[in-house]
């Protein structure tokens, strides 16, 4: 199935630092084992071929390649470029806030005066 597919071979992060080991499962699922395949192993006592002369390229063409026509250049002003993002806008210079003076508070305004309250009836509370 897919779950058996090879995966494709990485290579390593870094010369001197290996590929992850994935952990092994806690504990294999239940079931008939299945048989894994083995790579076959190499024949070590076969000498292997030496390497096939290649054949020889061609000369290469000394005749100049074609260029594609040249596109006329263009007359007049050239168009500015809009910029990427807008510049932002001048922003006036940060004044320091101005001291608070030291000392007493000034005196409040005068309040006004207080409303007398809401006399009710005796028996009414």
């Not at 071929?49 to 002003?77: E, M, N, W």
Request: glycine residues 4%; hydrophobic residues 10%.
């Amino acid at each position: 199935g897919p779950r058996h597919r090879p995966l494709p071979r990485r290579q390593p992060a870094h010369r001197h630092h290996p590929p992850r080991r994935r952990q092994p499962h806690p504990a294999p699922r239940p079931g008939p084992r299945r048989q894994r395949r083995r790579r076959p192993q190499p024949q070590l006592h076969r000498r292997p071929h030496p390497p096939r002369a290649r054949p020889a390229l061609p000369p290469p063409d000394p005749r100049p390649r074609p260029q594609p026509p040249r596109r006329p250049r263009p007359r007049g002003p050239r168009r500015p470029v809009r910029p990427h993002r807008p510049r932002p806008l001048p922003q006036p210079p940060l004044r320091p806030a101005p001291r608070r003076p030291r000392g007493p508070h000034p005196p409040a305004p005068p309040r006004p005066p207080r409303q007398p309250a809401q006399r009710h009836p005796p028996g009414l509370r």
